[in-house]
């Protein structure tokens, strides 16, 4: 199902490292461990989220975005949704295509109608995908390459769905360790020839295959825990990071990223970072 195209919207994403112009984003108002689903929730499920804590952090995120030039639409946070500010998994851009999850975890259903209403305000055209359970951490897109998780989130029936979605691009199934929640948990790509991973919870075939088209910047299991490889790059070579994870960051910089520091550590004590919470919906 889709809307109709409107010729007006502006969709376009064909790297995660292209120039960000326009993003979602859902402030973490209700945001708590309610029931723990991921490894990182079930380390913090005691202490929980200190939601003041993490709206200075969001903000502090949100006002940085800005400054850089980048469009930020907020969707309104609701109750009923305490994981809504990890937006990238409601929703993913390939393309000219937005296209709505199917979210697996019974907590999450229902942050999808969320995400339709907001795009229908902003008049923003989408496609839902309808047949098994995708979610947008698991999909990492490079031109004509999609490389897509498959996990407890996302289920091959969804990338099936994809593909033929997207009839000009090579959907690539991504099998790795589901412990660790999404693809972008354990891999991320910061340029045609760079990207990110975490080698323990991918094959050594997959690693191999990686390997021979990205120059590969290992994260240990110390700085992937506290979501090293979860950055969100936004053009020029700029992109987001965790102060505390300074052997990831230092190595960027020799790679000649620019790294912008924002305090997250409230945040992810939720099992997603500066990725998990953005929803590109149009880069350059």
Not at 77 to 106: C, H, K, N
Not at 190 to 198: E, M, N, R
């Amino acid at each position: 199902m889709t809307t109709p195209i409107d010729k007006t919207s502006k969709i376009g994403c064909d790297t995660e490292y292209g120039e960000l112009q326009k993003v979602i984003l859902c402030p973490p108002r209700y945001m708590a461990i309610e029931e723990a689903i991921n490894e990182v929730q079930k380390q913090y499920e005691d202490e929980n989220i200190d939601r003041g804590l993490a709206m200075t952090q969001y903000q502090a995120f949100r006002d940085t975005l800005k400054e850089n030039g980048v469009e930020v639409i907020e969707l309104e946070p609701s109750e009923e949704y305490p994981e809504q500010v990890f937006t990238r998994d409601i929703g993913f851009t390939v393309g000219d295509e937005l296209f709505v999850s199917s979210m697996a975890s019974g907590i999450r259903q229902g942050e999808e109608e969320a995400l339709e209403q907001l795009l229908k305000k902003h008049g923003i055209r989408y496609r839902k995908i309808d047949c098994g359970r995708i979610e947008g951490g698991d999909v990492i897109v490079d031109g004509d390459n999609v490389y897509v998780g498959v996990s407890e989130r996302t289920s091959e029936e969804a990338i099936d769905q994809l593909s033929h979605h997207l009839p000009g691009r090579q959907v690539v199934p991504v099998h790795f360790d589901g412990k660790y929640l999404h693809l972008d948990c354990v891999f991320n790509i910061l340029s045609p020839k760079t990207a990110l991973i975490f080698k323990k919870a991918l094959s050594p075939e997959t690693i191999r295959a990686l390997g021979k088209k990205y120059d590969l910047i290992e994260v240990d299991e110390d700085e992937q825990f506290t979501m090293g490889t979860n950055v969100l790059s936004i053009g020029g070579g700029k992109l987001f990071s965790l102060p505390v994870n300074r052997r990831v960051n230092d190595a960027m910089r020799e790679h000649g990223y620019q790294v912008i520091e924002i305090d997250f550590s409230e945040i992810i004590k939720s099992g997603g970072s500066f990725r998990c919470c953005s929803m590109p919906v149009k880069r350059d």
